[in-house]
């Protein structure tokens, strides 16, 4: 195989690799980046649902005492 016909295929192949592995790169950052706003809205969610646990118990602690008031 001659030269010219061997530089243009090193080139393309150059070519290839490295938009394969900016590809690769970008779509890996990408991936982080979502999951760590993933991770931060799960940790909002599961807040949420302990104050709601919290809210519940007081809820039911304040009907008990307003039970016992008026069964007086």
């Keep these: 195989m001659d030269m010219q016909g061997l530089l243009p295929s090193l080139f393309a192949l150059v070519g290839t690799l490295a938009g394969t592995f900016g590809g690769i790169l970008t779509g890996s950052r990408l991936t982080t980046y979502r999951l760590e706003q993933l991770e931060k809205k799960v940790e909002k969610h599961n807040s949420l649902v302990e104050r709601t646990y ?9 009907r008990d005492e307003v039970e016992h008031y008026t069964e007086r």
């Design 54 to 62: 919290r809210l519940e118990g007081q809820v039911s602690l304040l």
